[in-house]
């Protein structure tokens, strides 16, 4: 017999990101009776920890939704293609990290701070953005709400974790190796990552761009304003989690840089940390751990008019994923989106 509380699936339960989910499902107190650990065949058997208890996780099947009440999808863009239908046939609804629907027009894009109406319009799958596009439009919502963003150009340093475990250790071993005056290996990455930065974030596109790079300009469009003009460089940088973004801002009208400023540290979501002169600005190191996006280093653009410059930074595993898609849970809860039992 099923149990009086919501069940919850995490589909990609042993990876960075899932593991980042039950601990966040964990310390938010989450309203589920049942949590279900699903994961590939590698990582069938295995226990993780979760409110005091070990769950054994299972293999990802189209099966593995029964009376299962919300799916948070963080397995790959394949297996939300293959699985986020079954589960949404079983009567769940899916929260899915990956970008296998993030751009389609029937699935919302939903960054709860920015966009939470659209949560409303689901058809049972809603699409958690890119890491890097998050901790953007977070920052950029109260600006355009008052001054109306006109331009963006972005670039970013992302974090190795942005790839997953596999990256996060060969930073490590190469940041050893070099240290140790040895040879490195290069299993992740097309060039050695310690100490260096790589201007190639997923592949290449036919106009130049990186797929990292248009989903930043396709997927702000999408969730804040499709008439703001976007352009984008991502670099991954040697730094093990939290990205950072050099952001600038055009306006279609003057601003007030102190109001700006003040608007931003009202804002859900964001901490303003902007006093250059005591060197506080937002660090990655700072941000690793933590929910908010910070933000700082503000000031205008000389060489163009209502221009702004400013500097961000979150955890791209917790607000840029994780968090972020247990964000849109709650709200799906919170408007009666949900079944109950």
Known sequence: MRSSGLTVAVAGATGAV???MLAILEERDFPCDE???????????????FRGRKLVVNVLTADSFEDVDVALFSAGGARSLE?????????????????????????PLVVPEVNPHAISRH???????????IQM?????????????????????????????????ELARQTVNL????????????????FNCLPHIDSFLENGYTKEEMKMVNETAKILDPAIKVTATTVRIPVV???????????????????????????????VEDEPARTLYPLAIRASGQDPVYVGRLRRDFSCPNA??????????????????????????GRGLVRTP
Not at 179 to 194: G, S
Not at 264 to 270: F, N, V
Not at 314 to 325: C, E, I
Request: aromatic residues 6%; positive net charge; hydrophobic residues 40%.
């Open 18 to 20: 899932g593991e980042e």
């Open 308 to 333: 702004l410059n400013f500097w961000c930074v979150a955890d791209n595993l917790r607000k840029g994923a994780a968090l972020n898609t247990v964000q849109i849970a709650r709200e799906l809860i």
């Open 35 to 49: 949590v279900r650990c699903l994961a590939s065949v590698r990582s069938e058997g295995k226990r993780v920890e």
């Open 179 to 194: 240290l140790n005056f040895k040879e490195i290996e290069r299993k992740v990455y097309p060039h050695q990552i310690a």
């Open 241 to 271: 989690n939290g990205h950072s973004e050099s952001v600038n801002v055009e306006f279609e009208r003057p601003y007030d840089l102190d109001e700006l400023r003040t608007l931003l540290a009202r804002s859900p979501g964001l901490v």
């Open 83 to 107: 699985f986020a239908p079954a589960a949404v046939r079983s009567g769940a609804v899916v929260v899915d990290n990956s970008s296998a629907f993030r751009m389609d027009p029937e699935t």
């Open 137 to 169: 439009v977070v920052a950029l919502k109260p600006l355009h709400d008052v001054a109306r963003i006109r331009r963006i150009v972005v670039s970013t340093y992302q974090s190795v974790s942005g790839t997953g475990k596999k990256a996060m250790d």
């Open 123 to 133: 058809k049972g799958i809603i699409a958690n953005p890119n890491c890097s596009t």
